[in-house]
């Protein structure tokens, strides 16, 4: 007998509980604000248009389902289910936070404040919540496929990432490493670190280093099954080059990177506190994920 879906909550700390936390009442968080030119009362309004949006989304959803919340940071502790729906309250980031941990499940995304967020992966709105998660369980729901990018070291380590992985130094020193794709010869290279991303992150990051470098490849779509890379100020010595410093990947192509300093973190999607640590000699292959976030549409 299968089980009931369970739909999970994902939503993160407002910022007036932030407030609250480390000033201890309203009164205090108040003061805080007004000694920086701001007020708390936008702040508190944004509070409770979320508080609600939680409320409102919890309510929808059917008697017989099973239902669990978790904050943004117990993603990485959090045990997700085949049978789960996923129902991100809040922001567009908060998708890419949990889309790592997820492996096929549908993911429903309610925007918290509309007008204030670009709403590209929080597309629903709080009243469309019971709709959205009969459609996500139902056969043939419709949903768009996006692309993952994944990082997979020699040792086993993985990282997904919905946005862009990134691999470099920690702090500001110089990361030391080849580079090179699958089927081409490295080249050793000194940088500021590397940035592979996907389509879904094509209106951050990775488009402002395309921008920059005015470069001639197309910025993928989130459904495109092509990613992106750039080195990051890359600095020509006598035994570093800087001829390999963009490119594309299709799926099944691969970059890899060998360190040779004594660490390169890697991380997805802005989130460095969960990142993999490398060190000399160890190698890193980065390319399409076979897993994908299956976002309703």
């Known amino acids: 007998m299968?089980?009931?879906?369970?739909?999970?909550?994902?939503?993160?700390?407002?910022?007036?509980?932030?407030?609250?936390?480390?000033?201890?009442?309203?009164?205090?968080?108040?003061f805080f604000l007004t000694s920086r030119g701001r007020s708390i009362e936008e702040v508190a309004r944004r509070h409770e248009r979320t508080r609600q949006a939680l409320s409102d989304v919890a309510a929808a959803v059917p008697l017989q389902w099973r239902q669990s919340r978790v904050e943004r940071q117990d993603l990485d502790r959090f045990l997700?289910?085949?049978?789960?729906?996923?129902?991100?309250?809040?922001?567009?980031?908060?998708?890419?936070?949990?889309?790592?941990?997820?492996?096929?499940?549908?993911?429903?995304?309610?925007?918290?404040?509309?007008?204030?967020?670009?709403?590209v992966l929080v597309r629903h709105r709080p009243a469309d919540a019971a709709a959205l998660l009969r459609a996500a369980v139902a056969p043939g729901g419709a949903v768009d496929e996006l692309t993952m990018v994944e990082a997979v070291a020699d040792d086993t380590q993985r990282l997904l990432a919905l946005n862009?992985?990134?691999?470099?130094?920690?702090?500001?020193?110089?990361?030391?490493y080849r580079l090179g794709p699958d089927d081409s010869p490295a080249e050793s290279q000194a940088s500021s670190g590397v940035l592979v991303g996907t389509g879904t992150g094509a209106t951050g990051w990775l488009r402002s280093l395309w921008q920059e470098r005015r470069s001639p490849l197309a910025l993928p779509a989130p459904t495109d099954s092509r990613l992106l890379w750039f080195v990051r100020e890359a600095w020509p010595s006598p035994v570093t080059g800087t001829s390999?410093?963009?490119?594309?990947?299709?799926?099944?192509?691969?970059?890899?990177?060998?360190?040779?300093?004594?660490?390169?973190?890697?991380?997805?999607?802005?989130?460095?506190?969960?990142?993999?640590?490398?060190?000399?000699?160890?190698?890193?292959?980065?390319g399409i994920s076979p897993t994908s976030l299956r976002l309703a549409g």
């Not at 739909?7 to 205090?28: D, W």
């Not at 862009?164 to 030391?176: D, K, M, V």
């Open 244 to 286: 390999l410093v963009s490119g594309e990947l299709g799926r099944g192509q691969g970059l890899r990177l060998t360190v040779e300093s004594d660490r390169v973190v890697v991380f997805g999607d802005g989130m460095e506190a969960d990142a993999l640590e490398l060190t000399w000699g160890q190698t890193v292959r980065l």
């Open 80 to 119: 997700f289910a085949p049978e789960d729906v996923v129902v991100v309250v809040g922001q567009d980031g908060l998708v890419a936070n949990a889309a790592k941990y997820l492996c096929g499940q549908p993911v429903v995304g309610i925007d918290t404040d509309p007008g204030r967020n670009p709403g």
């Open 2 to 30: 299968s089980l009931a879906p369970r739909a999970v909550l994902v939503h993160r700390t407002t910022e007036y509980e932030e407030l609250l936390a480390r000033h201890g009442t309203h009164g205090q968080a108040a």
């Open 164 to 176: 862009e992985i990134y691999l470099g130094p920690p702090g500001h020193q110089t990361a030391r």
